[in-house]
Structures are given as structure tokens and as C-alpha cells.
């Protein structure tokens, strides 16, 4: 059974009642190809290919993949090591939604380092209070983790809370350009070459929906 196929089955018992599926972590990168994903139409873009349990984004202007089985809109967490390989701008940007709206959390931005959520009021994540400056070493993996409730979006680098926002009062938007072609959920770089792995989501629990 196909992983697009299996995260629909799964998504659709999740969606069965509240706590259904609650906790365990499915898989959406099967570590061998790109099934259950589409490269991502941006002009400009690298080649995508998957060698040794890892896709690569190749160097282009902006390269990505996008999702395209089942995925909840809110009330989820989602995890994933990547890997800035060559080059120096952002490495790990994911593209997620958020009830109704979409946003983006871009890592390694604005010359290699700026980490924040785009777009929140209308600015950008190097202009917003989720903004902060954090050094990415050439060629070490790195581990990230989101988590989306109605209420608020939570982000760690390797364990570390680096996006802790409330946005029930919050206007969220992609970044102008091509955002919403990674929609609903989509990875990106930006002239750099970039590793991804171990990409897998779970449903919160009733408890962590706060």
C-alpha cells in the first residue's frame, strides 16, 4: 500500500472522533521515493531526487515538494530532520496549514540565519515577534517539530521551543510570491541545496490541543 494511500486511510479514522488515531506517528517519506509528493511548480527551481534515505532539494532559485494525500487543517504535530548541503539561505521551509489560512516557518533565512513564522499581521519572519537569529553548521542534520492547534503554533530546533505564539488574535498568511503552490503542506529552500528525512505527523491528543 502506497504512503499517500495509507495516510488517507489513517487520516480518515482520525477524522472519525476526537481522540481516533490520537498519538501515533505516521509516515510520509518512505525513505526511497518521492510517493505521495509532487515537486513544487516554483519558477526557478533545482531538480528533486531521492538517494541514500533522504530527498534532495537542489540548488535553484526556490526548490520544493508538495504534499499531496490527506492532511488535518489544525489539532497536529509535525516532525522532520533536514540538512542545509550547500549554499546559504533557507534550507527548511515548510509550508502548513492552520484552520482556515495557510503560513510558512522558514529556518536559515535572510542570509543563513533568521528563523520565524511567515506571515503573521502581514509581516514577514524577519519582521514579526516569532523573528530570532540562529547559526545552522554546513552539512549537520537538524531535528524540527511543529505543532498546530486552533489556538497556537509551537516550533523546536534538536528540543529547544524557538515558535511559541498564540494566534487566536492573529491575521496568518502565506509570503507573496508562489507560497500557496506548497499548500496544504509543502517543503522549500532557497538557492541552497537541502536535505530532508524522517518526515512523519500525528494527531494531538485532547489534552494537547490547548
Known amino acids: 500500500m502506497s504512503i499517500a494511500r495509507l495516510c488517507g486511510l489513517v487520516a480518515a479514522l482520525a477524522w472519525g472522533g476526537p481522540a481516533m488515531g490520537a498519538g501515533e506517528w505516521i509516515p510520509l517519506f518512505d525513505g ?99 523573528s530570532l537569529v540562529r547559526d545552522f553548521v554546513q552539512g549537520r542534520w537538524y531535528a524540527f517539530r511543529l505543532a498546530v492547534t486552533s489556538r497556537r503554533i509551537r516550533g523546536w530546533i534538536d528540543n529547544d521551543l524557538v515558535i511559541d505564539v498564540d494566534i487566536a488574535a492573529r491575521q496568518l498568511s502565506l509570503p507573496f510570491g508562489e507560497g500557496d503552490l506548497s499548500t496544504p503542506l509543502g517543503f522549500a529552500s532557497y538557492r541552497t541545496v537541502a536535505g530532508l528525512r524522517k518526515i512523519e505527523y500525528r494527531r494531538l491528543a485532547a489534552d494537547e490541543l490547548k
Open 32 to 130: 526511497r521515493s518521492l510517493e505521495g509528493w509532487r515537486q513544487t511548480a516554483f519558477s526557478g527551481r533545482g531538480e528533486v531526487t531521492v538517494s541514500g534515505g533522504m530527498i534532495r532539494l537542489g540548488n535553484g532559485r526556490t526548490t520544493g515538494l508538495t504534499w499531496t494525500g490527506e492532511f488535518p487543517r489544525t489539532g497536529y504535530e509535525i516532525r522532520f530532520e533536514a540538512a542545509r548541503l550547500e549554499g546559504k539561505d533557507y534550507f527548511a521551509g515548510i509550508t502548513f496549514p492552520v484552520g482556515g489560512s495557510y503560513c510558512s516557518w522558514t529556518n536559515g533565512g535572510w542570509d543563513g540565519t533568521v528563523v520565524g513564522l511567515s506571515n503573521l499581521d502581514g509581516n514577514d519572519a524577519s519582521e514579526n515577534d516569532t
